[in-house]
């Protein structure tokens, strides 16, 4: 055995990489029982497949891949209404007026975002949760496989299922929205 | 002049151009070159321009942070996990 194959020990399997799993999972789906059966399914999973473990990667990183598909699906499942599933949530139209120019109550202001640390502020940080927690599903996948994985667009838009327009206009919408909510909170 | 006006006026497109900006890192040259224009005489999508670059930045360090230390499985979900685990596996 080279250095190079990795081997899978299912016995070792949850003592090794449950809590892994389950804190990937969380910070990408914020629910508890979910994670809980992500983590579960992905081990049944990959049992099934065990024999089409390739030895070329290690065992955690083909868990989370397998992980990170599952993920995925729960995306697809919660945006079956993609753009009409804008709810409680502004589109161009309430931002801008038909020329273009910002309405005037919606016009962004300086509103000290710039001299946040967030290292230091909490306080910020669970603002900018809750902010991101109002937004459609749709958009919070496409905004976190962006930010968190740095996924590449076209495949955002293929895993996803959105074309290229959309996803602009996700993009485009979610940033507004998010802009203005943590303008509003936070004063 | 139409065209000028449309640059001039258009700060839902120049807000999407800064959002692709942000995304891709790359504009054409015509992007860039409307977006320069819209900046000279639209303070407010200056400023969005960098609120929106420093969300991006403060959503990244929020989504990479690590989770709080109480993010653990309890020890009985854990155990009947490798229980079923082990079923599975002696099933073979």
């Not at chain 2, 990244?60 to 155990?79: E, G, V």
Request: proline content about 3%; glycine content about 2%; some cysteine.
């Amino acid at each position: 055995m080279g250095i190079d194959s990795y081997q899978l020990d299912p016995h070792q399997w949850v003592k090794q990489h449950a809590d892994y799993l389950y804190a990937y999972t969380i910070k990408r789906i914020n629910n508890h029982e979910l994670a809980k059966d992500l983590v579960q399914e992905t081990f049944l999973a990959a049992l099934e497949r065990v024999d089409k473990f390739e030895q070329k990667s290690s065992e955690r990183t083909w868990l989370t891949a397998i992980l990170k598909n599952k993920i995925i699906d729960v995306y697809r499942k919660k945006s079956s209404g993609l753009l009409k599933e804008s709810s409680g949530n502004e589109t161009e139209q309430d931002f801008f007026q038909e020329e273009g120019h910002w309405w005037p109550d919606h016009r962004p202001v300086s509103f000290g975002i710039e001299d946040i640390d967030p290292l230091v502020s909490k306080e910020f940080n669970s603002i900018l949760q809750k902010c991101m927690q109002k937004l459609p599903a749709m958009w919070l996948a496409v905004f976190t496989m962006k930010h968190m994985d740095d996924e590449e667009t076209a495949t955002i838009c293929a895993e996803l299922k959105v074309s290229p327009a959309n996803f602009w206009v996700i993009i485009h919408r979610t940033k507004l929205n998010l802009r203005a909510c943590l303008q509003k909170n936070w004063i | 002049m139409n065209y000028l006006k449309r640059i001039i006026y258009g700060c839902d497109k120049a807000t999407m151009t800064i959002e692709k900006k942000l995304v891709t890192g790359s504009l054409t040259f015509r992007e860039k070159f409307e977006l320069r224009i819209h900046f000279i005489g639209c303070s407010v999508c200056r400023l969005y321009s960098r609120q929106s670059h420093i969300i991006n930045e403060l959503v990244k360090q929020l989504l990479h942070s690590n989770p709080p230390a109480n993010t653990k499985l309890d020890d009985d979900f854990k155990k009947d996990l490798q229980d079923r685990i082990e079923k599975e596996l002696n099933k073979n």
